[in-house]
Each structure stands twice: as C-alpha cells, then as structure tokens.
T-cell receptor
Framework: KAGVTQTPRYLIKTRGQQVTLSCSPI?????VSWYQQTPGQGLQFLFE???????NKGNFPGRFSGRQFSNSRSEMNVSTLELGDSALYLC???????????FGPGTRLTVT | QQQVKQSPQSLIVQKGGISIINCAYE??????FPWYQQFPGKGPALLIA?????SEKKEGRFTISFNKSAKQFSLHIMDSQPGDSATYFC?????????????FGKGTKLSVKP
C-alpha cells in the first residue's frame, strides 16, 4: 500500500505571498492531520480533517487554513507568508479519527 | 497541562548498548502514547505505541514502559545499532476525548557509535 504523499516536497516563497500544500493519505484513510515542524518549536498540530470537516484546530493564526476533499485528499493554505512560516509541513493520515497516524515526507517551505 | 516533556535532548550510545528516552506528561486525560522515529529529510515513522491499560509493550528491540501513577513513559532500545541513529519523538493524545491530534515532545537525537 502506498504511503502518505505530499506535494511539492520543496518550496521557496517570498514574504507576503500565499502557498498551497497538498496531501494524499494512505488509501482507505479518512482522517488527515497537519503539523508544522521547526527546530525551535518542534512538532506542532495545525488542524485535523475528517469527512471533509475540520474537527480540531491548533493554536495558529487564521492565515493558516485547510480543506479536505471527498476522496480524503487534503490541502493546506498559508496566506500572507511571514519569515517565521519557514518550516517542514507534515501531513499524517489515519483510517479513523482516533487511530494510528502515519506521516508523509513533508513539504519543506522556505520564506525569503 | 498540554505539554509532553522529553529527555534527554541528545544521547550517545555504544553499539550493542541500551538507549533509554524518557517522557513525562501532566494531562491525565491522555490515553494514547506513541513513539516516532525520524531520519533526516524524512517524516516521522510510527515505531510503537501504548495505551494506559498496560505497563509495558515490546516490539522487537523496542520496548515502551508506562507508569500511569508517575505520568511517565519511556522508550528502551535494546542492542542499539548505528542504523538506529535518528531523532525520536514521544507523543500523547486524548483519543477518548474525541481529539485526533498528537502532542509531541521536543525530540531526542540518538547517535549510536560503532
């Protein structure tokens, strides 16, 4: 079974721009969660989607948003990028909401 | 109350030795405790997980010990190998409270010397 895939793997954006990251969960998995990983803050939860609905949200500003499609694929969007948004953005999928979470390789976002 | 504290920050172990990483939590509602292994340039990989109704779980060379009264849990890697050199993260979640998110420790960078 294929793992979680994330595209693109690397991205360089300029401050003030917006960005959209994509995540395809493991086949059959219906829950998708997003995490931000930085050297200073570690792994921090962004949001969780299940059945196309946001079920849980972490402590991030409204510039961070996401959505989930009927095929469980998910996207996250960051608007008005700031230098501090430079991070590895990880997507994790699970077959149910309270299940084992499997991570993708991440998207490395650099904001200049 | 939402924090998971992990120690040590870094660990150097000789090949064949035992690596021990510890985590502590405050929120007694946590009911799921996984450990993840992350290699440079990769996403975290689920290693082993435990629920609070058992005190120990073993999978191959990896063992989780769980102490509910002390609100602590630890990962033991037996017969550590250079290939185990990676960053390890403990995590916790309140799955019983219908929360789907993991709260992670800050990570432990393990180096196994040949």
């Amino acid at each position: 079974k294929a793992g979680v895939t994330q595209t693109p793997r690397y991205l360089i954006k300029t401050r003030g721009q917006q960005v959209t990251l994509s995540c395809s969960p493991i086949s059959g998995h219906r829950s998708v969660s997003w995490y931000q990983q930085t050297p200073g803050q570690g792994l921090q939860f962004l949001f969780e989607y299940f059945s196309e609905t946001q079920r849980n949200k972490g402590n991030f500003p409204g510039r961070f948003s996401g959505r989930q499609f009927s095929n469980s694929r998910s996207e996250m969007n960051v608007s008005t990028l700031e230098l501090g948004d430079s991070a590895l953005y990880l997507c994790a999928s699970s077959w149910r909401r309270q299940g084992e979470q499997y991570f993708g390789p991440g998207t490395r976002l650099t904001v200049t | 109350q939402q924090q998971v504290k992990q120690s040590p920050q870094s660990l150097i172990v000789q090949k064949g030795g035992i690596s021990i990483i510890n985590c502590a939590y405050e929120n007694t509602a946590f009911d799921y405790f996984p450990w993840y292994q992350q290699f440079p340039g990769k996403g975290p990989a689920l290693l082993i997980a435990i629920r609070p109704d058992v005190s120990e779980k073993k999978e191959g060379r990896f063992t989780i010990s769980f102490n509910k009264s002390a609100k602590q849990f630890s990962l033991h890697i037996m017969d550590s190998q250079p290939g185990d050199s990676a960053t390890y993260f403990c995590a916790a979640s309140n799955y019983g409270g219908s929360q789907g998110n993991l709260i992670f420790g800050k990570g432990t960078k393990l180096s196994v010397k040949p």
